[in-house]
């Protein structure tokens, strides 16, 4: 301590005065003190390893040096080490449990690396007298701090070569350098603000060749802000593409970029195949399918936004040249998960889970097959779209969507609806593919649905208007009180819809006081079930603009209750008969003898087969 006041102090093992050989190991016991208020750095230089169960007490502007040359460098809970800068180099291992007052972190471990601080530390670049480094590299990293409201900051990379980094703070995390683990299977990253935000630039547990990407697990009572997150199946060399992995990222309040110039993406990317050209047989491997990103808010409402990005997509199958090779299949899209107590709100997200491309096979001109889409799952009461949304995922919708004035959800997904779906406004809800086997709700302004199957029910409120391009066959219940566009299909080499038709299939129901309108208005409605102006029990005028054939085995339903109110059928174009006419009577029905009712108005009429009325009722 003498000597501290006025210079460095180096304590090292030897077996020789001239410092050569394989010494001893340096142990400072429970009662040992070392303290010092100057600027000089301490350092302890063991040929084996060092035990720390006393006190370093460096007061001063001076750092503290720690080398295990052949062994572990260990303190127990009893040890405590004071100093502005610590500087660690271990052969083995570094676990420093005690309550620590480090202010800088860094150094090396070829095992674990562990350390324990009472309050926030910073890993990034120590300095001592005899030596300086930065960050923090070993077989694994742990950090923590144990203080209240003690934070971590990580201002140079923390590399962990085939192990797991955890980083768990009492207060926030600010990791703007980034943390990589590396090795076979990629190893796993846990981040956990207990009282504060997660920031952080680059997290990266990819999987090494044809190894499935690591876990990474974020977690802050607060806000969490990132830039990039990794955790990707590593390429096949020779064999199949490596998985992707897991991420799953939690927060009490928002999740954004932690900067303003590009969104946050979050990747579980599956590996792609090898080339087959030097494999068995020619065969190309297949890529890695891939993995799972689930965002859980803790409480409330969820809102994501900023452009948030995230990626599971299968990798792409190998190619192959040999001459008898098979090309690699590509493989499965992954999975993302949105999670909250409260609703999820979507301002702004790309879902990226295309299945991979097939390789190619040269010789024999083949492709490999592509991989399945993977799915988008939420699992909030109440999923709200006010932005946009890019989907390009399998969505099985079991809940309610609501997509609102303004929103707008697009891409090369399939939305599969058997909850319900809610849109106002302009809005629009136009992936792939939409298919309904529950309820969707058009309730204002216009909307726009690549409607391509309805099993279940479809209600266009009054004032209301739904364009459904692509939508030709209705096998469940269409209810327009407002206008519906139906009867046309996608041109996308010129840019708009083409007049097709609209068959409302056996078990189909069409009702309701609004317009259809049929191919842009000179479309076909093609009807094998059954057409209900008003709604069955009720009256009213349906409008269908365009052309009517009613098909034999079809039936539209008429309500009469007197010569001023009945049901009305109007047809712009030309109506042709046939099927059968089925008449109700609501209460209060009153008809006499004679009465005559038009039930069907058309611009020209076909009634080459006269439509039956139902028996045992009046026509």
Partial sequence: TAQLATSAVLVKTSVSVDNSGSGGQ?????????????????????DKGITLAGRIESLGTGGVYLKARGGDITQPGTGKITTGDLV??????????????????AGTAGGEFFVKNAQSLTVGTATTFHASRSGIT??????????????????SDVQASGGSIVLDAQGSINAPADLVTQGGSGGSVTLHARGGDVRFGTIAANGGSGAQGGAVNVTAARDVLGNRIESNGGDGFMGN????????????????????LA???????????????????????????????TLERQSGDMVLAGGLEIDVRGGAGGDTGASTGAPGAGGQGGRAIFKAPGNTIIEGVRVYANGGWGGYASASGLDGAEGALGTLDTRSAITEVRGWLQMDAVWNNTRTLHVVDGGNVYGNGKLRNAGEIRMSGYSY???????????????????????VKNTGTVDVLLGA???????????????????????????????????????????????GTGTVVVGGGTGVLENDGKIAPGGVGSTGQLTIHGNLHMNAGSVVHVDLVNRLTHDILQVTGTAVTGGTVEVGHPAGTSIAAGDT??????ASLAFDTPPRVGSGQVG
Avoid at 264 to 272: E, H, S
Avoid at 273 to 290: F, T
Avoid at 442 to 451: F, K, M, N, P, T
Wanted: charged share 15%; with cysteine.
């Fill in 263 to 293: 969104p946050l993406t979050i990747q579980a990317q599956g590996g792609a195949g090898g080339i087959g050209d030097s494999m068995p047989g020619g065969n190309a491997g297949a890529g890695g399918a891939g993995g799972t990103v």
């Fill in 88 to 105: 660690v180099e271990a052969s083995d291992s570094v676990s420093l449990l005690g309550p620590n007052h480090i202010g800088t972190v």
């Fill in 138 to 155: 070993a077989g694994s990293v742990r950090v923590e701090t144990t203080g209240t409201g003690a934070d971590i900051d990580v201002a």
């Fill in 241 to 260: 593409g490596g998985k992707g992995g897991t991420v799953h990222v939690k927060f009490g309040r928002d999740l954004r970029p932690a900067g303003t």
């Fill in 597 to 602: 009712f038009a039930v069907l108005e058309a």
């Fill in 465 to 511: 208007e739904l364009y459904a391009n692509g939508f030709t066959s209705n096998e469940g219940t269409l209810n327009v009180n407002g206008t519906l566009w139906a009867g046309t299909i996608a041109c996308g080499e010129c840019g708009f819809a083409l007049p097709e038709g609209l068959t409302n299939e056996t078990g189909g129901l069409i009702t």
């Fill in 429 to 451: 809800l136009a992936p792939f593919s939409v298919e309904n086997s529950g309820r969707i709700e058009v309730s204002s302004g216009e909307a726009d649905l690549r409607l």
């Fill in 26 to 46: 340096i142990t400072l016991n429970p009662d040992a003190v070392i303290s010092w208020s100057s600027g000089s750095s301490l350092a302890l230089d063991a």
